[in-house]
């Protein structure tokens, strides 16, 4: 979608600190982080918000990939949070659906984050 943020930072038109990046999902560091550590998981294909996504193979690719940045890319050995807020109600502010990973590689910071 040519008006949605997150699109424009999957195609480069507006530049992230990515993190990592396959065919289907997109990473990159919040530009205001609530933890030490705080990274956007994104979806490459523009979906509002979780609630519209009718696609469980979809969500489960994106689940997995969570795991695999927070474990293997972000080394959160002692543990993270995943928050994906839906609509405004839900706190979203961005709508194109993306999960929120939360979390410090020292192990220092405990919740909340
Ligand atoms: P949400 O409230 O769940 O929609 O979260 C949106 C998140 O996107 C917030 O935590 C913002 O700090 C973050 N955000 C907004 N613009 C950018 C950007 N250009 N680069 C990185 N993160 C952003
Ligand atoms: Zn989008």
Known sequence: MTDCLFCKIIAGDIPSDKVYEDDAVFAFKDIQPKAPTHVLVIPKIHIPTLADAKDPAMLGNLMDKVNHVANDVLKLEA???????????????VFHLHAHILGDTSGKTRLPF
Not at 79 to 93: A, D, P, S, T
């Open 79 to 93: 543990g993270y949070r995943i928050v994906i807020n839906v609509r405004k109600g839900g706190g979203q502010e």
